[in-house]
């Protein structure tokens, strides 16, 4: 492995471990036993690490996230495979990621928000025009509106005044909020298959 692809590593892992604010250019370098001079010939500032980081991460997500379209056998079971690299994706992550990142790293930032209001929006109104076509989800869904709103879902998931992360794990809350998303666009044939997912017997 190159070098600086074990900084991004080492580096990724410490952000959400402890936040990016509480990382420092010498916290990278003692994680890996490398010199500061060393991490400096490879990244001039934190920003750049910030950014590289950011840049590869969503790169790698993009491309799981067509795999689990592209292997998927129904819209629902799109999103329930979504569900579960979600929990994994999230699970570790420092609830102060995103506020450092909007904070402290503006250039970053807008590379989340691109993926966010462009690649992930995409994807939610492809699954859901998937779904009516397959009569798993409603019709008459305002698929626009419903988009929009689960996008805000994602965002909200990481509001420390809604959902303060001791209390609310990322996992739960993700789970919680796509079960209820699911659940309010289905047709009866797709809760009674979103059920088989959740081994949950119909109910009347």
């Not at 840049?55 to 799981?64: E, G, I, M, N, V």
């Amino acid at each position: 492995m190159e070098i600086k692809d074990r900084i991004l590593n080492h580096a990724q892992s410490l952000f959400m471990r402890n936040g990016i604010k509480s990382v420092s250019m010498d916290d990278i370098a003692a994680d890996m036993a490398m010199s500061k001079k060393t991490l400096y010939k490879w990244f001039e500032n934190k920003d750049q690490i910030v950014e590289a980081s950011m840049t590869r991460h969503l790169h790698s997500a993009q491309f799981d996230c067509t795999a689990m379209i592209q292997s998927s056998t129904s819209a629902i079971d799109e999103l329930f495979q979504m569900m579960k690299w979600t929990r994994q994706e999230f699970s570790n992550v420092h609830p102060s990621i995103f506020y450092d990142l909007q904070k402290f790293h503006p250039g970053t930032w807008k590379l989340w928000l691109a993926h966010k209001n462009q690649f992930i929006l995409s994807q939610i109104i492809d699954n859901l025009h998937r779904g009516i076509a397959e009569g798993l989800f409603r019709a008459d869904l305002d698929v626009d509106v419903i988009a929009r709103m689960r996008l805000a879902q994602i965002e909200i998931m990481f509001n420390s005044d809604v959902y303060p992360p001791l209390q609310y794990p990322n996992e739960r809350v993700s789970q919680a909020l796509l079960e209820h998303f699911m659940l309010g666009v289905a047709t009866l044939k797709g809760h009674r298959l979103i059920n088989q997912y959740r081994n949950v017997t119909d109910e009347e």
